[in-house]
C-alpha cells in the first residue's frame, strides 16, 4: 500500500467532505427514479441541533423572505411545551441556522398565556406577518388545564410581535362530548378561496394525546376572528398538524392515528372532506415537523409537493432537538 505524503493526507481530508456529498446526492437522485413509495431522509440542522439543557421543539412552517428562511419553535427547559416560550432562528440555505432570540414571550399575569406560549406558525398576508401560537393559563395541571391558539403580528419577521386583541382566536370547546374539548392546538394556515384556513388539532376531555384528531377554523381575515367548521373532526387521527396546498386540493400528512388513518397521507379536493392516498413509513416519517411550503398563501391552486422541512428530533438522555427533513416522493395517484 502506497504511503501518502503530508500534503496528500491533507489534500484527502479537505476532499473528503466534498466526496461525501457528492456521494449522498447522487443516491438521493437514484432512489428518486424509482422509488414508488415516500422517502424521508434526516440530517443535522446546524445551530439548532441538541444542547445541553435546552429544548427545541414543534417548529413552525418555513418562510423565506429575500434570501433568508425562517422559522419559530417552542423553546424551554424541560422536554414538553407546557414550560416554554417562542424563539426563532435564520438560514441562508436550510441547512445551517442562526438562533437569533426569543420571538414572544409568555403572557402578563393572569392572562390566558402566562404559564407558556409554544407550537408556532406563521402565516404571510396583508404585508404582515401572523405568528400563531398555543398557550396555557397557570395554573397549569396536564390532565385538566385546557389550551387555546392566538396571534400576534409584526411588520418583520424579525418582529417586533404585538398581541392581537381578539386573543385567544381559537379556544377549546365547551361541550365535553365534542372532539377539541379539552385541547386546541399546532395551527396551520393556508390561504384558500380568498379566505384563511386554519387546520388544528383537537383532543377531547378525559382522552389521550393518541387520540387527538384534524379540525379546521376558517376566518374572513387573518387576525379572526375564526370560526370552526360544523364538519369538524375532519380526520380521525392527527397528533402533528402538517398541511399543505397540492394542485387544487390540500394534503396531510398523519403521523398519529388508528389502523388505516395513522402513518398515512390524506388529499382533500375541498379541503375538508380527506382520503388516504398511500401509507408512510413509520421509522422515518417527519415527527413534528415544520415544512417549506412556497405555495402555502398564494391561493392560485398550484400546490406542489413539500420538498424539506424541520422536525423534532430525540436521543437518549437528551432534551428534544430540530433538524433537517428533506422528502422524495413517488407520482401520487389522487382518490
Known amino acids: 500500500m502506497k504511503t501518502m505524503t503530508p500534503a496528500e493526507r491533507f489534500s484527502e481530508r479537505r476532499s473528503r467532505p466534498l466526496r461525501i456529498a457528492i456521494a449522498w446526492t447522487l443516491t438521493l437522485l437514484t432512489l428518486s427514479t424509482w422509488a414508488d413509495e415516500p422517502i424521508f431522509s434526516s440530517h443535522d440542522a446546524q445551530g439548532l441541533g441538541p444542547d445541553a439543557g435546552v429544548m427545541r421543539r414543534d417548529p413552525s412552517d418555513i418562510i423565506q423572505v429575500g434570501e433568508t428562511y425562517y422559522v419559530w419553535y417552542s423553546r424551554g427547559p424541560v422536554s414538553h411545551g407546557y414550560d416554554a416560550t417562542i424563539w426563532y432562528a435564520e438560514s441562508t440555505d436550510g441547512r445551517s ?19 407558556s406560549v409554544f407550537t408556532p406558525n406563521i402565516l404571510v398576508a396583508e404585508g404582515r406577518y401572523w405568528l400563531f401560537y398555543t398557550a396555557v393559563a397557570k395554573p ?12 400576534a403580528w409584526a411588520e418583520s419577521p424579525r418582529g417586533p410581535w404585538t398581541r392581537t386583541e381578539g386573543n385567544p382566536v381559537v379556544s377549546a370547546s365547551s361541550d365535553v362530548s365534542l372532539f377539541d374539548s379539552m385541547r386546541v392546538d399546532d395551527a396551520c394556515l393556508i390561504v384558500r378561496d380568498g379566505r384563511y384556513w386554519l387546520y388544528f388539532k383537537g383532543r377531547q376531555m378525559n382522552r389521550s394525546w393518541m387520540e387527538t384528531k384534524l379540525g379546521v377554523a376558517i376566518a374572513d381575515k387573518p387576525e379572526g376572528p375564526y370560526v370552526k367548521h360544523p364538519g369538524n373532526p375532519l380526520v380521525g387521527g392527527g397528533h402533528e398538524v402538517m398541511v399543505w396546498p397540492f394542485r387544487q386540493g390540500v394534503l396531510s400528512l398523519i403521523n398519529i392515528g388508528p389502523e388505516g388513518i395513522g402513518r398515512t397521507l390524506q388529499y382533500s379536493d375541498d379541503g375538508l372532506r380527506f382520503s388516504r392516498v398511500c401509507d408512510l413509513d413509520s421509522k422515518t416519517i417527519p415527527f413534528a415537523a415544520g415544512f417549506f411550503r412556497p405555495e ?40
Open 296 to 335: 402555502a398563501f398564494k391561493d392560485r391552486g398550484r400546490g406542489e409537493m413539500v420538498e424539506w422541512g424541520i422536525e423534532t428530533a430525540r436521543r437518549d438522555g437528551q432534551l428534544p432537538y430540530l433538524r433537517r427533513v428533506d422528502c422524495i416522493w413517488p407520482e401520487l395517484t389522487l382518490p
Open 97 to 115: 441556522w442562526r438562533e437569533r432570540g426569543e420571538a414572544l414571550a409568555r403572557g402578563d399575569t393572569g392572562s390566558w398565556d402566562e404559564q
Open 140 to 151: 397549569f395541571v396536564n390532565t385538566t388545564s385546557k389550551t387555546a391558539i392566538g396571534i
